[in-house]
């Protein structure tokens, strides 16, 4: 998590750092563990092309996003995570996952541009704002298994998912990964 020092600076000092896991992050966790995410263990993924476009692909997973292609660097999220794999790595990290409510009070401190409307590709986590970018994975509730999504991605915009405001409700199970799902961890 050395990447994100300069993280520090961005967020308010007295409230505990809410930083996102890089692909860079995740790829030490792996090397160390051995682990495998549930996108490896079914062997394929869903890769979107835009907010109504997806597909599955066959290898598409966290080092192979898109199923063909590993990321343009390790400084981009991580994505092709599920809740599992997030709380996996949480437990190696020392870490844990913000609550959705925490997510959108944490956010507030990130003064960076947000990465929505349609606008691609994924970016580095330094460039901008936490919100937007990836869908990030929360704590899971008592939701019948179901864990709630927070923050957007690059492709939520107004006329869209709309998931750069805290209203917005999207649900997925714990075990579904995405090109466009990724995770931040609180640290204190």
Request: charged share 20%; glycine share 6%; hydrophobic share 40%.
């Amino acid at each position: 998590m050395l990447l994100f020092l300069k993280f520090l600076l961005i967020f308010s000092p007295s409230q505990p750092q809410l930083l996102p896991v890089t692909v860079g992050d995740f790829e030490r966790f792996v090397n160390a563990t051995q682990y495998i995410t549930d996108a490896e263990r079914y062997g394929w993924s869903i890769v979107q092309i835009d907010v109504y476009r997806y597909r599955t692909e066959w290898g598409a997973f966290w080092c192979q996003p898109d199923g063909l292609h590993p990321p343009t660097s390790k400084a981009l999220p991580v994505t092709q995570v599920s809740y599992n794999d997030a709380i996996a790595y949480c437990r190696w990290a020392g870490v844990r996952l913000p609550t959705y409510a925490e997510y959108w009070q944490l956010v507030k401190f990130d003064t960076r541009p947000i990465r929505s409307d349609n606008q691609g590709p994924i970016t580095s986590v330094d460039t901008f704002n936490v919100v937007g970018n990836v869908w990030d994975i929360t704590q899971q509730k008592e939701t019948k298994g179901k864990v709630r999504l927070a923050g957007g991605s690059l492709f939520c915009s107004p006329s869209t998912c709309h998931g750069t405001v805290a209203e917005r409700e999207l649900f997925v199970d714990s075990e579904t990964a995405n090109i466009h799902i990724g995770f931040s961890v609180l640290t204190d």
